[in-house]
């Protein structure tokens, strides 16, 4: 079984700067996908970007421009690199990870204030 572990998140102000970690505890022989997704009280969870083991990403419009992913697959970790921060990026962030199966992670909580 592939356990994730977060890292990141926390508090910054409006315009400000986060990076997400997520490892996956070990590695799979073919292409999988890790990323993240977010959630706020009331709300379906949301994409926010993923990317392939072959390094093919996919962003939500909302995060465009804004947030980037990548990802080192000798270290299965896959990075979100999050600047100009908006008060509407506060969500609880999810790693997620897809190899035949779906897992997610616990979550990190990101807030970002007016």
């Known amino acids: 079984q592939v356990q994730l572990v977060e890292s990141g998140g926390g508090l910054v102000q409006a315009g400000g700067s986060l990076r997400l970690s997520c490892s996956a505890s070990r590695r799979v022989l073919g292409t999988y996908t890790m990323g993240w997704y977010r959630q706020t009280p009331g709300k379906q969870r949301e994409l926010v970007a993923t990317?392939?083991?072959?390094?093919?990403?996919n962003y939500a419009d909302s995060v465009k421009g804004r947030f980037t992913i990548s990802i080192d697959n000798a270290k299965n970790t896959v990075h979100l690199q999050m600047s100009s921060l908006k008060p509407e990026d506060t969500a609880v962030y999810f790693c997620?990870?897809?190899?035949?199966?779906?897992?997610w992670g616990q979550g990190t909580q990101v807030t970002v204030s007016s």
């Open positions: 997620y990870w897809k190899f035949f199966v779906e897992l």
């Open positions: 990317i392939t083991s072959t390094s093919m990403p």
